[in-house]
């Protein structure tokens, strides 16, 4: 999830340059706000488990998008810090809900490999994200232009989420569940 890194390897100086946090009160931020990345891995597994896995991604991604797009916007400290709160509740969840996507999608017997390869495309995400991120915030500080470009990658990405269905096969084999 290109979107949650983004934020994350640039959550100090935004905060500071957004909202007007002092170093200090920025630094501590960030600090808190990795609770919320850690809370995010049990909750949204959790919901995962009783709305599905898609409509989970879809809601991560959805949640996600627009509090990036609203983000650059929020000079004051208390919505800066709720908008960085949830994305990074949303960036821990789709990690906490990968290893179940696995899961469901290859059978229990292959999630391991499986969740290998997705972290291969997570570790991507990783480096892809926070280097646009950067590229377009730039010199000039363009928070907006590079938080509302992902936050558009995000929403466009629901549409995988819609596409993407567990095969039939797994649908029916409960053999390994």
């Known amino acids: 999830m290109a979107a949650g890194i983004s934020l994350i390897s640039q959550a100090k100086p935004s905060a500071t340059d957004i909202a007007g946090f002092s170093v ?16 995010g891995r049990i909750v ?10 898609m ?5 991560i991604l959805v949640l996600q998008g627009v509090c990036l797009i609203v983000l650059p916007h929020a ?8 908008l960085a709160a949830i994305v990074y509740l949303c960036y821990g969840g789709a990690f906490g809900t990968m290893p179940a996507t696995a899961g469901d999608f290859f059978g229990v017997r292959n999630a391991g490999a499986i969740y290998g390869l997705m972290l291969i495309g997570w570790s991507l995400g990783g480096i892809i ?14 928070y907006t232009l590079a938080y509302t470009t992902i936050g558009i990658i995000a929403l466009v990405s629901v549409l995988l989420t819609v596409v993407t269905k567990v095969p039939a096969a797994r649908r029916s084999d409960d053999a390994d569940v």
């Open 24 to 39: 200090t009160g920025a630094a501590t931020l960030v600090g808190v706000l990795a609770i919320f990345n850690g809370a």
């Open 44 to 53: 949204w597994a959790a919901i995962s488990d009783y709305t599905g896995r």
């Open 55 to 59: 409509k989970t991604f879809t809601a």
């Open 75 to 82: 000079d004051n400290a208390v919505v800066f810090s709720i």
């Open 129 to 142: 994200g926070p280097i646009v991120a950067s590229t377009l915030i730039g010199e000039e500080k363009a």
